[in-house]
């Protein structure tokens, strides 16, 4: 009986170690002495891409735009190196301040947002215009009630189609993470109007001519937006240097030069045939390779987060059997219980936005949130294949090795432990293979794995088909190999079984 507890309570030292190193990772946070930026020397900007010509997916697989080179040209003056990461727009003003330095991302300064974050100066006019299909004759805010609107979610756009549904019930309103899937929509007839800003709007209309066109704002009786970087509350001295840089940019002339670059040119490539699409989708500025690194992620972040899951999961999995061996409820089986059943009892994304925004909010490592955050969830679900994997061993064995005179844990550990794994192997290499799958949503963490990859490279190329298909293909392909090495794993296992 002494050697059990003092087993069990090896296992709540190993898991409050790994609990205590998840969260001092977590913790970990270095700082710029002058401007106290998150990573030393390097200014972290967030940007949400899709917004042509201010941000999109450039060439080589980069943030690009106006925005972009604006915020570089900002970094330089300062003297710091800038990383531009991309996330959905919606995530922008809650990362200022812990997952980047500042977002540029043709951001609206909003009273609204002044109470998160403060504004440099504006560098940049803006309206909201409406983007209809071609020939559509709407031309007024009356024309849009009883229409199915589109917007970017937490946008200025959002706000305005939110004040037309609630003048108007019949209207609908539909909103999008980035605007390329919301101009999809508006061609395949899904929405009858995007509300966005001037600009892009504009872009769009070039880059599909012919099938949309943008109306002007003033015909709906739209206001003057400015847009600003946003910063964290209260960074004087960063938003000072900024502003400075900012009026040095538009006096000797690179203000203009970028106006020039991005926005009175045209941006936007569209192919159309199936080949030419494959070629933009895979060839063009070495796109495979982008496959190749989000495959490489996601199979990363799987690996790992499999890792956690088992060591954990068979962790939890033995705490929630000492209520078999006790009969009755124990401190760790409940402890173990109230944790699967809170893994799954919620939604994998939301327990991954948590990880991010809350518990380690202050980690700007994706991965490593990533990581944590499937780990633990997948824990849950390790931890049930585990403990039925351990009831599945005949009762007798635990018997036979108590009578040769080993204690309760060393039984488990060289008797019963070795065949549940056994009898536990099937469910958790199809548990990695899920695994694998729903890692598909680290884009909220501003990863690009697989999915993410095929849905950016869509958005740089307008056209979604071949990406998507493909980054289909590519899943499919790893998961019927993996698949495959299990059947043969399996076999091999049955051949020992002497039955
Ligand atoms: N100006 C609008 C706003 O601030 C839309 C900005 C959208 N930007 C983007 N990068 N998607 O709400």
């Known amino acids: 009986m002494k050697t059990s507890t003092r087993f069990f309570s090896w296992i709540m030292v190993c898991f409050i170690a790994v609990s205590i190193v998840c969260l ?62 991309d996330m959905e727009f919606n995530a922008l003003v809650a990362s200022v301040g812990n997952k980047t330095d500042v977002a540029i991302a043709g951001m609206t300064v909003t009273d609204e947002r002044k109470q998160a974050v403060d504004f440099s100066d504006p560098y940049y006019d803006a309206v909201q215009y409406v983007l209809v299909r071609k020939g ?18 937490g946008t200025t756009g959002n706000l305005l189609a939110d004040d ?20 999809n929509d508006l061609k395949a007839g899904r929405v009858d109007a995007i509300i966005l800003d001037k600009t892009p709007a504009q872009t769009f209309e070039r880059i599909y001519s012919g099938e949309i066109e943008a109306v002007s704002g003033d015909e709906f009786g739209f206001e003057v937006e400015k847009y600003a970087v946003a910063m964290p509350k209260g960074s004087n ?25 991005y926005i009175n040119a045209d941006g936007g490539e569209r192919s159309n045939t199936i080949v030419d699409q494959f070629v933009s989708a895979f060839i063009t500025s070495n796109r495979w390779s982008m496959y190749l690194n989000g495959l490489l992620l996601t199979m990363q972040i799987a690996f790992f987060a499999a890792l956690v899951g088992i060591v954990i999961g068979t962790l939890l999995a033995l705490m929630r059997i000492t209520k078999n061996h006790k009969g009755k409820n124990t401190i760790l089986s409940l402890i173990s219980g109230i944790y699967i059943d809170i893994i799954r009892g919620t939604p994998l994304v939301l327990q991954l936005l948590i990880m991010w925004f809350i518990i380690m909010k202050n980690s700007k490592d ?20 585990i403990r039925a994997g351990i009831l599945a061993v005949d009762s007798g064995q635990m018997e036979a090795g108590r009578s040769m005179g080993f204690t309760r844990a060393q039984t488990m550990r060289y008797i019963v432990l070795p065949q549940a794994l056994k009898n536990s192997l099937p469910p958790l290499c199809n548990e990695f293979i899920s695994l694998l799958k729903e890692t598909a949503i680290v884009g909220y963490v501003a990863l690009s794995d697989l999915t993410r990859v095929a849905n950016q490279i869509s958005s740089a190329t307008y056209q979604p088909f071949v990406p998507l298909i493909g980054a289909a293909v590519i899943y499919f392909v790893v998961i019927k190999i993996l698949t495959l090495l299990l059947g043969v794993l399996e076999r091999r296992l049955r051949r020992s079984d002497i039955r």
Do not use: C
């Open 237 to 261: 001295q960063l938003s000072s240097a900024i502003n400075k840089a900012i009026a040095d940019l538009k006096n000797d002339g690179t203000y203009d030069r970028i106006i020039n670059e």
């Open 136 to 153: 559509s004759n709407m031309r007024s805010i009356n024309d849009l009630h009883g229409a199915t609107l589109a917007a970017q979610l």
């Open 164 to 183: 037309i549904v609630k003048a108007n019930s019949q209207t609908v309103l539909k909103t999008y993470d980035r605007f390329p899937e919301a101009v």
């Open 366 to 385: 994706g991965v490593l949130v990533a990581v944590v955050a499937f780990g633990l969830n997948s824990a849950a679900y390790v931890a049930e294949i």
């Open 24 to 85: 001092s990772l977590a913790g970990y946070e270095a700082r710029a002495a002058e401007f106290k930026t998150i990573e030393p020397g390097v200014l972290t900007v967030g940007t949400s891409t899709g917004f042509p010509p201010f941000e999109y997916i450039g060439d080589d697989g980069n943030p690009d735009g106006f925005d972009v080179a604006f915020i570089k040209e900002v970094g330089k003056r300062l003297g710091l190196k800038v990383k531009v990461q």
